[in-house]
């Protein structure tokens, strides 16, 4: 989550600078802009989470499923950066919009089950745990470890994509500042 909003500010530096407001007279579409920043963005993403899994498997470390926590990793971070591009739409500030979300990266961990495990949780906070994309990557890691059925695995997946569809929509919303 770190690095996707740290990719996402160079967006909101765009429109910062102007650039939107130039896009608007060029031959280039806000959709293919902002398309071909993702999609750089995201081979960067992809290539972490390819150096974290495999990387592991090459100096030895045993894995549980490599193939399936390498598709986990890769949706979670498919569900960071869409959502660090849904967060900076609502700023114009870069500072602002980093500092802000810094905070909220770390209540979204806590609260999501990846430092504190859910289970000492009171019930409220359990069923609010739920709405976090921190708790489903925490789930699936669970499953990789001890899950039998895939559709569950198939589930967490889905819930992953759908934070990033949604959030992608929210995000790419065209604003000329």
């Not at 967006?11 to 293919?32: M, T, Y």
């Not at 745990?129 to 569950?152: C, H, K, M, R, S």
Request: charged residues 10%.
């Amino acid at each position: 989550m770190f690095i996707g909003i740290r990719l996402a500010t160079i967006i909101l530096e765009d429109r910062g600078k102007g650039v939107v407001r130039r896009l608007a007279v060029a031959p280039v579409s806000h959709f293919q802009y902002l398309s071909q920043n993702l999609l750089a963005y995201s081979v960067i993403l992809i290539l972490q989470c390819a150096i974290v899994v495999y990387g592991g498997i090459l100096f030895g470390q045993e894995l549980y499923q490599p193939s399936r926590l390498f598709l986990l990793f890769v949706s979670f971070c498919f569900a960071s950066l869409a959502i660090a591009l849904a967060w900076i739409s609502f700023y114009r500030r870069k500072d602002t919009s980093f500092l802000l979300y810094m905070s909220l990266i770390f209540l979204i961990v806590v609260l999501g089950g990846l430092i504190i495990p859910i289970e000492i949780f009171p019930d409220l906070l359990k069923r609010i745990a739920v709405i976090f994309p921190t708790y489903w990557l925490a789930e699936g890691l669970n499953w990789i470890v001890f899950g039998e059925n895939i559709l569950d695995f198939l589930l967490i997946n889905s819930v992953l994509w759908l934070y990033t569809i949604v959030c992608i929509i929210i995000g790419s919303t065209r604003k000329i500042y």
